[in-house]
């Protein structure tokens, strides 16, 4: 491989794992999804097992009361299928793709805490993430299920976490990324691999992405003993996860829940008419009562516009929340975060910014400029993604395009009629326009 294209690996492994991260962060809640689970069971013969509670699991009662205690009142949509079968007896493998938000994370932290022996005091669970903001983000998982199973330990085998050499780890789970879990097996010899009964490997799709993770992975794997379980997750199948998933997990089941389509169909959508920057802003000002009774989302073109505009509105005396390009993992989370908890009503982004983030809980968004292709053509899908909303009884919102020449005209009526939905004219007589 070209030193470029590795580059190119690394940042698109980067941005994936930005993307994932921030969508965990701004999730409260599981998504709905109504689409049909796709199950592929290994031994066809066997009889398939879904369950509609979390008692017909027959956990152990303190990780039973965990589950409650966060609120889940019945398995997701992918979890009906996939629990029962990572809790079987014999241990059976797994494959399994949903979008994010759907439920995996919970499901696998699950199976490891049910599987751990808490008398033993080695590691025994072994759960890989691509980055070390997901490893936490995963632990804090375990940490909230396990409350009331204080016996069971966990460590964290992620960089800047030092350990000398031979010092033997006694926490039940590890969970860790690719590079620093090969050192704590093989250089510093801290984990015995042979002794791991349940092996996870998250984000697959995010892993691969990112340069050397997949040798680390499958050399992880290998060490491993022949009855450990292993079980794969990725929000996404592209044929490349696909022949990864195939070399880390053995005989697998397979179970998949396609993304649910978004639609416009519940959205009210308008275009207001300017003629300058200058101009939208006024506008956005004029309506701006309006559209943070709810959360709203604005998009920008360019860091330059978000920036600009988000100043802009301050200066005004809102309060605004800005997620830049320019900002590192650690402050594009706490933004998602803040904005997640209501404390900004309004979040202020970029297109590349706000790319992959699912945010069902906006149901205004503003464009403040349209979205357009690397070549300046319209986008359809950026243009749904942005403003459509999924599920059957999606929720009702609306979305507002700021138009400002001819050309972005052009462009709002492509979106029309590609998606046959009328845009309406919003736009407020010259006359009552503050100047
Ligand atoms: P994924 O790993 O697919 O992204 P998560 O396991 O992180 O999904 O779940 C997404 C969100 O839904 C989290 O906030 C989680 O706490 C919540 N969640 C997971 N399972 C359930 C459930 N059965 N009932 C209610 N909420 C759930």
């Known amino acids: 491989m070209e030193a470029g294209d590795a580059n190119l690996h690394q940042t698109d492994g980067k941005d994936r794992a930005t993307q994932s991260l921030l969508n965990k962060l701004i999730r409260s809640n599981v998504v709905n999804n109504t689409n049909q689970v796709e199950v592929l069971q290994r031994d066809p013969n066997s009889p398939l097992y879904s369950v509609k509670t979390f008692e017909e699991l027959r956990l152990k009662p303190q990780l039973l009361k965990g589950v409650y205690e966060m609120g889940f009142n019945r398995p997701s949509k992918i979890q009906e299928n996939a629990l029962p079968m990572m809790l079987a007896e014999p241990p059976q493998n797994l494959i399994a793709q949903s979008q994010s938000g759907t439920g995996k994370t919970a499901a696998f932290v699950l199976a490891m805490l049910s599987h751990v022996d808490p008398s033993l005091k080695w590691p025994q669970c072994l759960c890989i993430s691509p980055t070390y903001e997901l490893a936490l983000q995963t632990g804090k998982v375990i940490e909230q299920m396990g409350k009331f199973y204080p016996e069971v330990k966990l460590a964290y085998a992620v960089r800047g976490h030092k350990m000398e050499r031979g010092v033997k780890i006694k926490e039940q789970i590890i969970i860790g990324t690719p590079g620093t879990v090969l050192d704590w097996c093989i250089k510093l010899k801290l984990i015995d691999p042979k002794k791991i009964k349940v092996f996870v490997l998250d984000e697959a799709d995010v892993m691969i992405a990112t340069q050397g993770h997949q040798d680390q992975s499958i050399r992880i794997q290998r060490m491993l003993p022949k009855g450990c379980q292993m079980l794969l997750f990725s929000a996404t199948f592209e044929d490349s996860v696909w022949k990864f998933a195939e070399r880390v997990v053995p005989d697998p089941n ?43 989302m604005i998009f920008c073109h360019t860091r330059k516009t978000a920036n600009w505009l988000a100043g802009q509105l301050s200066k005004e005396g809102h309060q605004v929340a800005l997620l830049s390009g ?106 009552y326009l503050r100047r």
Do not use: W
């Open 326 to 431: 320019e900002m590192v993992v650690e402050q594009r989370a706490a933004v998602i975060e803040r904005f997640r908890d209501g404390k900004e009503k309004v979040l202020i982004t970029t297109n590349v910014c706000a790319r992959g983030i699912d945010v069902e809980q906006v149901s205004v968004v503003i464009n403040f400029d349209l979205p357009l292709d690397k070549d300046g053509n319209p986008d359809n899908e950026t243009y749904l993604h942005r403003i459509g909303r999924t599920g059957r009884f999606g929720k009702r919102g609306l979305a507002v395009n700021m138009v400002d020449s001819q050309r972005s005209m052009e462009i709002l009526k492509t979106y029309e009629r590609h998606f046959s939905k009328i845009i309406t004219d919003f736009s407020i007589p010259s006359k």
């Open 254 to 296: 397979i179970i998949k829940l396609k993304r649910e389509e978004e639609t416009l169909d519940t959205i009210k959508q308008y275009y207001v008419l300017c003629n300058s920057k200058e101009d939208k802003f006024n506008a956005l000002c004029n309506i701006y009562g309006a559209i943070t009774i709810a959360q709203a």
